[in-house]
């Protein structure tokens, strides 16, 4: 039997490891059948929006992963209640080891809920509440209380759903060459963390709003009542119980388990410096993982609802986990489906690996997919376009639209420039008789008409409407994306020659990257105020502003504590439109993006510690 070695966060002793990996690669000998669904399912990929009647729709997973530069892809599907087969497609790492079902991924949000599965086996356990102030759990650090919270304590049921009112979506993790923050440094935001302060931002309960700092706090809360490592309460807890052996939430990666893990890549194809990020917010992100072992947990979960397979919670508590509440989301799962038949999912993006897995409640059905690429959420998502119609599921199939014909003369009247913000335009225009979009800062997406007033792109799941005018050209345009719909206004002839004139500029300046004029004086100026504590918000938008208050608390000792300023080096012009500066100092380096608008002022900004310093010189001005 393997024991848990708590020294140095090793979670199983080498030999121990080899013996696991060893008896996971016994896999069943795949029939007749699993091969001609695994072939279906390769080579059946579609998008997000399919063209009815379009024969080149579905591609193959080898195409799709050489058109976007993902090295390697890993696959594990789930067919009545078993896993009926696991595959690993391309390469760990390029020029290295392929892929199979036994390679690791980072997991990234995935790490979610199975810490959440922790959390819940301690509420049964009655060492944790579902509704008491997470105050009460919590004894190295305290949750900070806030006007804005209303007096209102944060609950575990909240921090599991999303619903704590807590800041800070996600974390980029940390460089092998960065130092790691410790977790309580996490949560005040002290140097060397790369996130701000986990503080309240809305009274708990009144929204949804996707946090990660809400795990972050609740995995603080576990330590602190278990007084233990949280790889090893995790391993004790949710791992070994549902047998994933090839799965652990060591930050970083022990050096013995290196040889089975995937080398993170970006999108443009190469690896991303200095490796796999470290997370030492392992709650939110830090789970290592295969697509085999994450379909053993969906399978306990699915098992555990029919009180067949509780190795880790009680019926009655995993329907408690698996009840949609505010958002369509459970304690730690985003519920999706028909009411009479829910699915559970989640997706996972780490620095180099995107993944994704859903399965149903009742069917015994799911699906696992990890991917070693940013560029790996497309793939992910097709596969499961495709994993769901060769499986015959009734949800995650592609939406299908017709295209229809329309007058010339009518696209015609549609060629403009349209306002979604102050500083954010739609511009459409005709290209061979084809409606194109193109938003501020971003890429042309060519538009397909599903009826005279009705647009839309093949790869994004989005309409374009442009309601009927009898005044002539349309005078606005509603883009409907994500169950919202926003109006934008079209610009007269001046207004629109500006943003024309100012998007061709953006084109050229991307092209040559050539900084916009005055963002270095910006950024020279900003970090010059954040050191005082004192910013020009006349020179900032309001968003800016708004953020910019909200976080100076944290931002002015950080830049401070960096000594004083020695250059301001140009990097590049990001896709977005941002200007990249690294700023270095006499005690550290960060990178810093800017927005500068057309009026001068800073529309938007971030920073971060640089992963990779080049020499400190001094920079023209």
């Not at 990234?108 to 509440?129: C, F, N, T, Y």
């Not at 990890?370 to 499961?384: D, H, Q, R």
């Not at 994993?387 to 015959?392: E, F, G, I, L």
Request: hydrophobic share 40%; proline share 7%; aromatic share 8%.
């Amino acid at each position: 039997m393997c024991k848990f070695v708590s020294k140095g966060f090793v979670l199983m002793t080498l030999a121990c490891w080899a013996a696991q990996f060893g008896v996971a690669q016994d896999a069943p000998v795949a029939s007749a059948e699993t091969d001609e669904h695994i072939q279906l399912v390769t080579s059946g990929l579609t998008g997000d929006v399919v063209i009815k009647g379009d024969e080149h729709a579905t591609h193959m997973l080898a195409d799709r992963m050489k058109e976007l530069n993902v090295p390697g892809v890993s696959i594990a599907v789930i067919h009545k209640g078993k896993i009926e087969w696991a595959r690993g497609f391309g390469v760990s790492s390029i020029g290295g080891s392929p892929v199979t079902p036994q390679t690791m991924f980072q997991a990234g949000s995935i790490s979610k809920p199975l810490a959440a599965m922790a959390a819940l086996r301690l509420v049964e356990q009655g060492k944790l509440s579902l509704d008491a102030d997470i105050n009460t759990f919590l004894t190295t650090w305290k949750f900070p209380a806030d006007p804005v919270a209303v007096g209102k304590p944060v609950t575990l049921r909240e921090l599991l759903t999303h619903t704590g009112g807590t800041t800070v979506h996600g974390f980029p993790g940390y460089a092998s060459t960065e130092p790691v923050p410790t977790l309580v440094q996490v949560l005040n935001g002290e140097k060397p963390a790369n996130t701000p302060a986990i503080r309240s931002e809305a009274a708990p309960g009144a929204k949804w709003n996707y946090s990660g700092g809400g795990y972050t706090i609740m995995q603080q809360a576990l330590i602190d009542v278990t007084k233990g490592p949280f790889p090893k309460l995790l391993h004790d807890t949710v791992l070994a119980p549902i047998g994933m052996t090839q799965s652990t939430y060591e930050q970083p990666l022990p050096k013995e388990f290196q040889a089975y893990a995937a080398t993170p890549y970006s999108g443009d194809g190469k690896p991303v410096k200095g490796g796999a990020h470290t997370y030492p917010e392992m709650a939110a992100a830090g789970l290592w993982t295969t697509p085999t072992d994450l379909a053993r947990y969906a399978i306990e979960v699915q098992k555990s609802l029919e009180g067949k397979a509780n190795h880790v919670l009680s019926v009655e508590m995993t329907r408690q986990m698996l009840t949609p509440g505010m958002g369509q989301w459970g304690l730690g799962l985003e519920i999706g489906g028909a009411e009479t038949d829910p699915y559970f999912t989640h997706g996972g993006v780490n620095e180099g690996f995107v993944n994704n897995f859903a399965a149903y409640e009742k069917k015994g059905e799911g699906a696992v997919v990890m991917t070693n690429s940013s560029n790996g959420g497309l793939i992910a998502s097709e596969i499961l376009h495709s994993v769901a119609a060769v499986y015959s599921w009734p949800d995650l199939h592609p939406t299908v639209r017709t295209v229809v014909s329309v007058d010339p003369k009518i696209l015609a009247q549609y060629a403009g420039v349209y306002a979604l913000a102050p500083t954010l335009n739609m511009t459409i225009t005709l290209v061979n008789g084809q409606p194109v979009s193109q938003v501020t800062g971003q890429r042309k997406v060519p538009l397909f008409a599903e009826s005279e007033t009705m647009f839309f792109p093949k790869d994004i799941n989005a309409e374009i409407e442009f309601p009927k005018d009898e005044k002539g050209p349309a005078s606005q345009l509603i883009l409907h994306q994500n169950g919202r719909d926003m109006t934008a206004k079209r610009l007269d002839d001046v207004e629109a020659k500006k943003s024309a004139d100012a998007a061709a500029a953006f084109d050229k300046r991307f092209k040559d990257q050539t900084a916009a004029s005055g963002s270095e004086a910006a950024v020279r100026r900003i970090i010059g105020e954040l050191q005082t504590g004192r910013p020009n918000y006349d020179l900032m938008s309001p968003r800016l502003t708004e953020v910019t208050r909200q976080q100076l608390p944290q931002l002015q000792p950080m830049i401070r504590a960096m000594g004083a300023l020695q250059s301001v080096i140009f990097k590049g012009v990001g896709p977005g439109g941002a200007d990249i500066y690294q700023v270095n100092f006499e005690k550290g380096s960060i990178d810093y993006r800017i927005w500068l608008g057309a009026d001068g002022k800073a529309e938007n900004a971030n920073l971060r510690p640089s992963e990779y310093p080049v020499p400190i010189v001094a920079a023209p001005h």
